[in-house]
């Protein structure tokens, strides 16, 4: 495994694709990098899913809506030769007016140091880069503080949400 | 103008694009159209959108955030030669698991009728056709009522909504 401090910023966008970065990480043994281009292993995505709760989806349509998604965004466990994908977060949307982040997720192994944080600030990053007027999630009831405390806002004027699911 | 029984719907497809259906109406002597590809004109858009309160967005990223959306729905009061668009909808997302729906609106003078619920239908129909999983929206306080009755479900295992506003 390369240290962090081997891995300039050339090297992780070579390794990671554009725009690549490394993920500030409270555990100075990890070199943990941001990607929101470098493809997935939908078996390993699906892992993580799991690992975090999430049932199961069909793997063909889970590949058409990552292709379809405005942005998929991967948390990598560098290793020159096999990265391991321990967080992810994707979102749909005009990217103009709106985007919707969805599947946002850390593995277990790796939750309580911060990366949840970090990986949402990464996400607005790129969408602010984009010049994304609104960002909006729908967050179950475990994770409502976890995103007031980053400045988002709950329900404004009211607004409630709505799902219809398909028969 | 055309009258609604000469308006066969082969002809409709003709002159308002592949999909395009005529809504039921209460008002016979109204003939409405939805379609899913008829373009738009920005400035009635915007018309139509200013007429039910929304506030004034740049029409350069109007026009992006029509293009990069999955479904922009448009109704139309039908006229051989100028159509006039009196209700409005559109879906970002995936299209597979994921659709979320933006910026519905039926012109004031046409409201009262059930044509938002036929608005409603229709993209609904067409997301049952692509075969989206679930459908999402947030509903100002005024509106909530309407979707319940229309079988949505509001905030389902106490799922809450976060808006993010770039700077």
Chains 1, 2 share one sequence.
Not at 79 to 95: E, H, K, S, Y
């Amino acid at each position: 495994m390369t240290s962090s401090r081997s891995l300039n910023s050339v090297l992780i966008e070579e390794l990671y694709g554009r725009g690549a970065r490394l993920c500030p990480s409270c555990d100075d043994g990890l070199t943990l990098v941001f990607s929101q281009s470098r493809p997935f292993d939908l078996i390993e995505l699906e892992q993580l899913l799991a690992s975090v709760g999430w049932s199961r989806r069909p793997q063909r349509r889970v590949k058409r809506a990552l292709e379809n998604s405005l942005l998929t965004i991967g948390l990598w466990n560098h290793n020159t030769r096999i990265p391991r994908l321990v967080g992810f977060a994707r979102c749909t949307g005009d990217g103009v007016l709106e985007a919707t982040v969805w599947d946002v997720a850390i593995h277990p192994i790796y939750q309580g140091s911060g990366l949840g944080k970090e990986l949402m600030k990464y996400v607005l990053e790129i969408l602010r880069k984009m010049r994304t007027k609104r960002v909006t999630l729908f967050a179950d009831p475990g994770v409502v503080d976890f995103y007031l405390r980053q400045g988002w806002v709950l329900e404004p004027k009211g607004c409630r949400c709505a799902f219809w699911y398909a028969n």
